[in-house]
């Protein structure tokens, strides 16, 4: 079983929609939470970070953690061509662990207008 | 922030040659992180390597595979070795900068190598 569980999807949303992402994950030492966007031909860029449970908003982005059931979700909301990428949910336990992200396998994302 | 550059970008190799694959940051990082995304699979992370010590290597990955060097707090260098068709991937680089871990997390553009 991977440490970090995510649907490849892919997903094709309209403009507009809403879109759910999830993560689940096994390790219940895991306490750092995040999401990144990736582009095609590029490199990972940081969307989202989380720590320990709860909610965080940023515009139209929304990031839930959920540690009683390991649960990680991302909310787009009035989606954008521009979203278009691969989203990849990582996580990091902290502590010897310093800097050392496990990611989920990515779910690739298309907007169409 | 952190803008980071990797040498290569890409490039195309015969099986049984070496590659080095170049990272640079434009500020001083203590720890700088090497990682393989493969074709439809997430990134999967090889070593750390910290300035004046030797890299350490996650579980499946070994020195004489992947020799890393981190001859100063900018830069560092990946060689995968002896390649076969099964290194095909792209190779990132990141670095962490700031004082709270995981969220300032910063990754280079990738070199993507194919083996032939």
């Known amino acids: 079983q991977k440490e970090v569980e995510q649907d490849p999807g892919p997903l094709s949303v309209p403009e507009g929609a809403i879109v759910s992402l999830n993560c689940t994950y096994s390790?219940?030492?895991?306490?750092?939470f995040m999401w990144y966007r990736q582009y095609s031909r590029k490199g990972p860029e940081l969307l989202m970070y989380?720590?320990?449970?709860g909610n965080k908003e940023d515009g139209r982005f929304t990031a839930q953690v959920d540690k009683s059931s390991k649960y990680i979700s991302l909310f787009i909301r009035d989606s954008q061509p521009s979203d278009s990428a691969t989203y990849l949910c990582?996580?990091?336990?902290?502590?010897?662990?310093?800097?050392?992200?496990?990611f989920g396998q990515g779910t690739i994302l298309t907007v169409h207008p | 922030s952190a803008v980071i550059s990797q040498k290569p970008s890409r490039d195309i190799c015969q099986r049984g040659t070496s590659l080095t694959i170049q990272c640079q940051v434009d500020?001083?990082?203590?720890?700088m992180f090497w990682y393989r995304q493969q074709p439809g699979q997430s990134l999967t992370l090889i070593a750390t390597?910290?300035?004046?010590?030797?890299?350490?290597?996650e579980s499946g990955f070994v020195i004489d595979k992947f020799p890393i060097s981190r001859p100063n707090l900018t830069f560092s260098t990946l060689t995968v070795s002896n390649m076969s068709p099964e290194d095909s991937s792209i190779y990132l680089c990141?670095?962490?900068?700031?004082?709270?871990?995981?969220?300032?997390?910063?990754f280079g553009p990738g070199t993507r190598l194919t083996v032939l």
């Open positions: 990141s670095v962490e900068v700031g004082p709270r871990v995981g969220d300032t997390q910063y």
């Open positions: 390790n219940s030492a895991f306490q750092y």
């Open positions: 989380t720590y320990s449970s």
């Open positions: 990582a996580t990091y336990a902290g502590g010897t662990s310093y800097g050392k992200l496990t």
């Open positions: 500020s001083q990082v203590t720890m």
């Open positions: 390597a910290n300035q004046g010590s030797e890299a350490t290597y």
